[in-house]
Nanobody
């Protein structure tokens, strides 16, 4: 079992920055992959970025160069640094973990709202 709690969302002006955090209930060193997804009103949930256990990362095209995913194994926390935010980045952002012990399961946080508006 993995519990995930996101924080750091809020209202920011276009061009601004935010850093999201996702605190895990167990050592993230043991978690296979972790990711950030987002869901805008009326749209499907989409993958923003993911990071593998060995630190490899991948980004959706529209986030490349603006968003950075990182993980702090000592703090059991996943981060998403978001710069140069645009109104179209407005969404609920979800933390995701894919963890395998005896079985493999997907775990989700409750989400944190990010609103980019002037």
């Amino acid at each position: 079992q993995v519990q995930l709690v996101e924080s750091g969302g809020g209202l920011v002006q276009p061009g601004g920055s935010l850093r999201l955090s996702c605190a895990a209930s167990r050592s993230i060193f043991s978690i296979n992959n972790m990711a950030w997804y987002r869901q805008a009103p009326g749209k499907e949930r989409e993958l923003v970025t993911f990071i593998t256990k060995d630190g490899s990362t991948n980004y959706a095209d529209s986030m490349k160069g603006r968003f950075t995913i990182s993980r702090d194994n000592a703090k059991n926390t996943l981060y998403l640094q978001m710069n140069s935010l645009k109104p179209e980045d407005t969404a609920v952002y979800y933390c995701h973990a894919f963890y395998c012990s005896y079985t493999c399961n997907n775990y989700w946080g409750q989400g944190t709202q990010v609103t980019v508006s002037s």
